[in-house]
């Protein structure tokens, strides 16, 4: 899956078609190979084999139009499946620490986002900072907030996922030799400060989780 992003107008796009499916998937394969910029709708329509004149009438507005959708189905996957690694958890320490650890391993095995720092680094630095960003820490923050909402209130959870979220893509674009955020151990150590002042930030709230509210 890919964590390359950009800002769109809404967070909760409709369901996509069985061919549209097939079409990103050529895409995101076709984009993996060549890079983006060389990429083409005709390499997209051979790849798919989906007609040019219907990916125009699924994507109107071609190339840009069909990889705005690619990035915000790789984004959604992205959460869908940090939502199922951490929902368990049962303290707000296991949440955080368990949400860095399985995004910094989401993003060190996606070999699209790889191809994409390797070949075009400009766009791929642009969409996980600058540009991406805003919309990375918004989709973190309603995947996590109701999560999080046992152990302390929605409000200063926002501020520690966005926290978390700018040192999760920090460190995985500039590793350091002194943490290793895919080790869980490693992660909580390195978190504890983080999490301990989170702690004190939601010390009204219940330590143990009240099943009823998720």
């Known amino acids: 899956m890919c964590l390359i992003v950009s800002d769109v107008t809404s967070d909760t796009p409709a369901p996509l078609s ?13 984009s993996a190979r060549w890079g983006f910029a060389r990429v083409t709708i005709d390499d997209i329509a051979r790849s798919s084999g989906v007609s040019r004149a219907s990916i125009y009438r699924f994507f109107p507005g071609g190339k840009e139009v069909l990889f705005e959708s690619l990035r915000v189905r790789e984004l959604e996957a992205f959460f869908t499946e940090l939502r199922t690694e951490v929902a368990a958890s049962e303290s707000l320490e296991d949440l955080m620490v368990r949400s860095v650890v399985t995004a910094t391993r989401c993003l060190r095995n996606d070999a699209h986002l790889a191809s994409m720092l390797a070949s075009e680094p400009g766009e791929a630095l642009g969409q996980l900072t600058v540009d ?12 996590l907030i109701p999560l999080a909402r046992p152990f302390m209130a929605p409000h200063d959870a926002s501020r520690v996922i966005d926290l978390l979220a700018r040192l999760t893509i920090s460190y995985f674009l500039a590793p350091s030799e002194d943490v290793d955020l895919t080790d869980e151990a490693d992660a909580r150590r390195f978190l504890a400060p983080v999490l301990a002042v989170a702690a004190g930030a939601g010390s009204e709230h219940p330590i143990t989780p009240d099943r009823s509210s998720r």
């Not at 069985?18 to 076709?30: H, K, M, P, T, Y």
């Not at 991406?132 to 995947?143: K, N, V």
């Open 132 to 143: 991406g960003l805003p919309r990375i820490i918004r989709m973190a923050s309603m995947t």
């Open 18 to 30: 069985a061919i549209e499916q097939r079409v990103l998937d050529a895409a995101l394969e076709c």
